[in-house]
């Protein structure tokens, strides 16, 4: 474990200088349920987690920013001139914080300084718990920090959205930045995309933890068929609307799509609508069963959103599928399913304390045997958004 102290001083081992940075911090996010709704313009109900990236900066006198992470040390220091922000393929994971800079600057906050600046984070790479927004909005954080910008935190999620959809190419939702710019401490956010009216529900475990579990299978969105799911949800509409006033897919009832998804002209576009919908409702049903202290009833609905996935939107595969079947057999498992946008990455299980530790030795034991290497396991806390963080706390 590092401290914050020993973060601070790699940064002044890294920069050569004996100032002491500031420090901020943005976590990851998992989504509890409600997955691929969020560019539908549906409901999803994400939270923040006690995982994620450490950014430390100094103000510098020139228009000179250089980047280092302790994650990819072999890369060193990158730098680059605020007068230069494009993308370039060559700068890698720097490209994420670049974004932030050049979005930043062309909303018109004064950035006239570059600035040092240190990135530690414990989110497993690749893992679909949202490293990438994490960057994004540790550098926001740590921006409006530095140079004393008035910011409020909506702004700036839209902003990380922005360097994904626009600098990066990742034509992804809007949920992950604002469940880590809003995130709030033992609470979930039931978020309408389309509008971004959020709810918080508490989300307290008690007698239960919150297991994240890391098929250990790397995959990018822009590398995966995210894209390919995103046109089909597309083209399900427009059949739609040819008959039905429909804005998105997350404007629909159960009900209303049941008696109208004979217009969607494909049969596959069909399935990818229906799971569109039903999961858009399972997820305004979520926060009641929170709202109500209901644990187990929020557990069958993860249950019951797996399934969808699996086999609606097929977006789960056989490493997802055999973690989140096996947590189902176990004693002690309240609900259990993949989250993020899929083709690897992680699983969550609602798992009572006691049989925390059985339940992970057991899903173990089936992935190896299965799949033929590791799954990585790891209990998270329901944390809070990015912030600006105090000193000598362990990390």
Not at 149 to 156: G, R
Request: hydrophobic share 40%; proline share 2%; aromatic share 10%.
């Amino acid at each position: 474990m590092n401290s914050l102290a020993a973060l601070s001083n790699e940064f002044r081992s890294i920069f050569n200088t004996a100032k002491t940075p500031r420090i901020f911090f943005a976590p990851g996010r998992i989504n509890l349920i409600g997955e691929h709704t969020d560019y539908n313009g549906g409901h999803v109900f994400p939270a923040s987690i006690s995982y994620g990236t450490y950014a430390l900066g100094v103000k510098r006198d020139d228009q000179i920013i250089r980047f280092y992470s302790m994650n990819f040390p072999e890369m060193g220091v990158i730098e680059c001139s605020l007068s230069d922000l494009a993308f370039a393929q060559s700068h890698s994971w720097v490209n994420y914080p670049k974004g932030m800079f050049h979005f930043m600057k062309e909303a018109g906050h004064q950035i006239v300084h570059g600035a040092d600046i240190l990135f530690y984070g414990n989110i497993p790479h690749g893992a679909g718990l949202s490293s990438s927004a994490s960057i994004e909005l540790a550098t926001g954080v740590l921006l409006k920090g530095l140079f004393d910008l008035e910011m409020e935190s909506i702004p700036m999620i839209k902003l990380g959205q922005k360097v994904e959809n626009e600098y990066i190419g990742v034509n992804s939702g809007i949920m992950d930045q604002f469940a880590i710019g809003m995130g709030k401490e033992d609470h979930a956010i039931l978020l309408h995309c389309k509008t971004l009216e959020y709810k918080y529900a508490p989300f307290v475990l008690k007698d239960h933890v919150m297991i994240i579990i890391n098929t250990n299978k790397q995959r990018t969105l822009a590398g995966s068929k995210y894209n390919e799911r995103r046109a089909q949800c597309e083209e399900a509409l427009s059949d739609l609307q040819r008959e039905i006033s429909l804005r998105c897919l997350g404007d629909l009832t159960i009900e209303a799509f049941e008696a109208n998804k004979h217009l969607i002209q494909y049969e596959l576009n069909q399935k990818r609508a229906k799971h569109v919908v039903y999961e858009n409702a399972r997820t305004l049903e979520a926060r009641e069963k929170l709202q109500q202290g209901d644990l187990a009833g929020f557990g069958k609905l993860m249950n019951e959103s797996h399934l969808s996935l699996r086999d609606d939107y097929e977006v789960t595969g056989l490493e997802l599928d055999t973690i989140v079947q096996t947590a189902w057999e176990q004693d002690g498992v309240l609900g259990a399913r993949m989250t993020g946008a899929g083709f690897g990455g992680c699983a969550i299980a609602i798992v009572e304390k006691e049989s925390a530790d059985d339940v992970k030795k057991n899903v173990s034991a089936v992935y190896r045997k299965t799949v033929g290497y590791e799954a990585t396991f790891y209990t998270a806390a329901i944390g809070d958004g990015a912030k600006e963080i105090e000193r000598g706390v362990v990390i």
